[in-house]
């Protein structure tokens, strides 16, 4: 059975929001490809849409988005993705991560393209100054 922290974006409000998932939730991330469309209702945001952005394993090797499939690769890495140059002109050979989100994948994140409403509410979470008020 998989199970999943998925890192949900919310675009217009720059915050972050980390949900465990699991079980027939979780089953509907499996096979999905990064740039994919998703119902926010996995995550618990009825009535929103959410876009996988990326992901990582249990090593912590990132997903990448031009190598196919769910499996491990070694690619020669210039920027982007799993490799920051320390000099102009640097490369290094890094292993990734496929796009598509298998069993080994432990963190999805994703970010919300549309949907109706605030997605802080969405998560339980308001403002704290209104609420001691």
């Not at 699991?22 to 499996?30: I, K, M, S, V, W």
């Not at 945001?45 to 992901?55: A, I, P, R, S, V």
């Not at 796009?99 to 994140?109: A, F, L």
């Amino acid at each position: 059975m998989a199970e999943f922290m998925v890192v949900v974006a919310d675009p217009d409000s720059g915050e972050t929001y980390q949900v465990d998932v699991e079980g027939q939730d979780a089953n509907r991330f499996l096979g999905r490809d990064l740039g994919d469309e998703v119902d926010g209702d996995a995550v618990g945001l009825d009535g929103f849409t959410l876009e996988l952005t990326g992901g990582s394993d249990k090593a912590g090797r990132p997903m990448h988005p031009d190598v196919p499939g769910g499996n491990l690769k070694e690619v020669l890495a210039e920027d982007g993705i799993g490799f920051n140059p320390s000099r102009e002109g640097e490369r290094k050979r890094i292993t990734v991560r496929g796009r598509e989100i298998n069993e080994e994948t432990v963190q999805i994140n994703v970010k919300v393209v549309s949907g109706d409403g605030d997605v802080a509410a969405a998560f339980g979470e308001g403002d704290d100054e209104a609420d001691e008020e």
